[in-house]
């Protein structure tokens, strides 16, 4: 199922819009839906991946100072 949205773009961007889609042979349509779905599944996961680490910091789910130490020594850095 889908919707009918309407909206507005800056002329610069939808003449780059009517350039790709003529390049990939695909609607504005098609590549302005594309957009947004990978836009919001972006910021969904973002959002739920700082929301995780709110939830652990909470928690006090932190790594000790030895641990740290031993990754930085790992990739051989100074954890100073």
């Not at 973002?46 to 000790?64: C, H, L, M, P, Y």
């Amino acid at each position: 199922m889908s919707t009918t949205m309407t909206l507005r773009l800056e002329d610069d961007v939808k003449a780059r819009l009517d350039k790709l889609a003529g390049a990939t042979r695909r609607s504005k349509s098609f590549l302005a839906a594309e957009a947004i779905r990978e836009f919001v599944e972006n910021n969904e996961w973002q959002i739920r991946e700082v929301k995780t680490a709110i939830r652990e910091a909470n928690a006090g789910d932190f790594a000790s100072d030895e641990e740290v130490a031993a990754l930085a020594r790992r990739w051989k850095v100074s954890a100073r």
